[in-house]
């Protein structure tokens, strides 16, 4: 693909656009921000939009976007070696000073490697020159595990943008040269440059219980000041912020025209698999009067608002936002809902404004195992929220499931089975009558031990016996009218973990990856890694965990309490749980 057919190809999708911002490049800081993934997922992504808004907000800074081109054209640019072009100003992304990349996913990760090689940029930081763009790495997964990506990444920003981008313009106006500008940058809260710092391995038992090959620390280089660990940057409070919203509304994007706006950031119910719920504390609302002035404006271009946000009823005024919003005019969906959130009000409002579909996640079903990773509602809850649910008219559930939870028994699955038997028969209940049934679509996930939770230590499950669990499970939900499942297999979360669990000695499998069309397989047998290491091994005894280089706020020995008090099968209740968040966790001081 030429140059020409790519530049005819962005003010195609730039006359479909509402709200991209155009700025002149003179005198001002260049940043070319990637989403790595296609413009259809990218432009769905509210952190991208957020990020791209924040830098253009800034007069000294212009921001533009390019996206992973569809398959044919990535085909015929890597063919015709034409410079891939951002969407604004069709510059090649290579004359930028800044690539900013956003990371949302693990599996994207490859796709990094792809746009930086499709911009004749070289991937890994020590092969490039200071006539190269600088590379930051940021986003929701790389502040929980940059790891993997610390080889490609000049700096890592780990935390939000609110407080990142003020940072990096310090960085850049007071650099003198490029040695300077890291420098700078390693001083400034929530930015981790990985060249800084050695990690060093276990070789051999040496008797503290560290297995061979794990990490037994990281040092600072010498002649460098660089904090150890890198402290996370994020908003102390959401009062005087802007909530992250829509700014560019195109049709070509998972949710059409729809207006997205967060609403409140964080979850506290502090459930011991999430990271997200860790990671996003302390619960910070965003002002009820801003979301509805920006949600007064975007009306002119959309119907529908989209509610991002993972606890949307934590926000104290949330029932006068809904109402406004119906008055508006809009069609209302939540991006999720937990399920003490779903009172009567907000069901309704959510049936008047068109929406036949509620997603919950009873995550498991039995209390007891509920108990055990502190989701914090019992089958009598959940049961009396499925019939709040159908008798207000909605006609469909989605019910999210894990298996291969610690103390996890076949009794379990079982109940996964019970529970979704007794939803289905409210549902029929409410349905019959008006002669409309619905469906239950259950989506069942392997748990995936992720950084930064109470389950950072342990193993994924064995293979063999996720599979087996998953034929129970199939054999279990098998023809039941009006209930599909949607069962993931161990092969797909494995590589996933992989990333999601790894260290720096990763990144060439993420190389042979990005070069062999993503056969994992092959990749990691070609960078000489032993997945299972990283994906099978306890990792209790480790001295250090490779996540452990940022600091997100959060004790070790408080996730060490919470796996405990779930051994015990106890709860660390809600009702308190703002204050104990205040308490316990120094996220952001
Ligand atoms: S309720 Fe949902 S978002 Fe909140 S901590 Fe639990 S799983 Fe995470």
């Not at 992973?68 to 069709?90: F, R």
């Not at 016996?465 to 039941?480: F, G, H, Q, T, Y």
């Not at 290491?533 to 959060?554: N, Q, T």
């Amino acid at each position: 693909m030429k140059s020409w057919a790519q530049r005819e190809r962005a003010l195609e999708t730039l006359a479909k656009e509402v709200g991209y911002v155009k700025k002149p490049h003179g005198g001002r800081l260049r940043v070319a921000l990637a989403f790595p993934n296609t413009y259809w997922v990218g432009m769905s992504n509210l952190g991208f939009q957020t990020v791209y808004r924040l830098f253009n907000d800034e007069d000294d800074i212009v921001c533009e976007r390019f996206f992973l081109p569809p398959k044919t054209e990535l085909a015929e640019l890597s063919a015709a070696k034409a410079p891939l072009l951002t969407l604004e100003s069709q510059t090649p992304v290579g004359d930028f000073d800044v690539v900013a990349f956003s990371v949302s996913f693990e599996w994207d990760y490859v796709n990094v490697l792809t746009l930086l090689r499709l911009a004749g940029i070289p991937a890994r930081a020590e092969q490039r020159t200071a006539h190269d763009p600088l590379i930051v790495v940021g986003g929701a997964v790389t502040f929980v595990n940059p790891e993997p990506l610390a080889p490609f990444a000049d700096v890592i920003a780990a935390g939000e943008g609110e407080v990142l981008i003020p940072g990096l313009r310090r960085a850049f106006a007071a650099a003198t040269d490029r040695t300077d500008l890291l420098r700078r940058f390693a001083l400034e809260r929530g930015f981790y440059v990985p060249s800084f710092y050695e990690p060093h391995y276990v070789v051999g038992d040496i008797g503290t219980g560290a297995a061979a090959g794990t990490i037994s620390g990281y040092t600072v280089k010498t002649g460098v000041e660089a904090p150890l660990p890198v402290r996370k940057a994020a908003l102390k409070t959401a009062d005087a912020a802007d909530p992250p919203a829509t700014g560019i509304f195109t049709p070509d994007t998972e949710f059409g025209s729809r207006f997205l706006i967060e609403v409140v950031r964080g979850c506290a119910n502090l459930c011991r698999f999430c990271w997200a719920g860790y990671n996003y504390l302390p619960v910070r609302a965003f002002p009820a009067d801003r979301i509805l002035e920006l949600a007064a404006a975007a009306r002119l271009h959309s119907s529908r608002v989209g509610l991002v946000s993972i606890a949307l009823c934590d926000h104290p005024e949330i029932e006068r936002i809904l109402a406004r919003l119906l008055e508006m005019g809009y069609a209302i969906s939540p991006a999720s809902l937990r399920l003490d959130d779903l009172t009567e009000s907000i069901v309704r409002v959510l049936h008047e404004s068109g929406e036949r579909t509620i997603t919950i996640a009873p995550e498991t079903g039995s209390d007891r195992l509920r108990r055990v990773i502190n989701k914090t509602v019992t089958n009598d809850e959940i049961l009396d929220r499925a019939d709040l649910i159908f008798a207000n008219g909605i006609e469909n559930l989605k019910l999210y499931y894990m298996i291969g939870l610690p103390t996890e028994t076949d009794e379990d699955l079982v109940a996964i089975r019970d529970l979704t038997l007794q939803i289905r028969d409210r549902m029929l209940k409410h349905g019959r009558p008006k002669g409309q049934i619905g469906r239950i679509v259950g989506s069942v996930n392997p748990l995936i031990p992720k950084p930064g939770t109470a389950y950072q230590w342990l193993p994924m499950e064995e293979p063999s016996i996720v599979e087996r669990k998953i034929k129970r499970l199939r054999s279990l939900m098998a023809d039941i009218d009006n209930v599909y499942f949607n069962i993931k297999s161990e092969r797909h979360s494995y590589y996933q973990a992989l990333l999601s669990l790894g260290d720096r000695r990763v990144a060439p499998a993420i190389e042979a990856a990005e070069r062999n069309g993503q056969n994992w397989r092959a990749a990691v047998a070609e960078a000489g890694i032993d997945g299972d290491f990283y994906i099978f091994r306890d990792r209790s005894g480790d001295a250090m965990l490779p996540w452990d280089i940022i600091d997100g706020g959060m004790k070790a020995t408080f996730f060490h309490s919470e796996f405990e008090k779930g051994l015990r099968e106890e709860w660390t209740l809600p009702p308190k749980r703002a204050q104990e968040n205040a308490k316990l966790l120094p996220v952001i001081s």
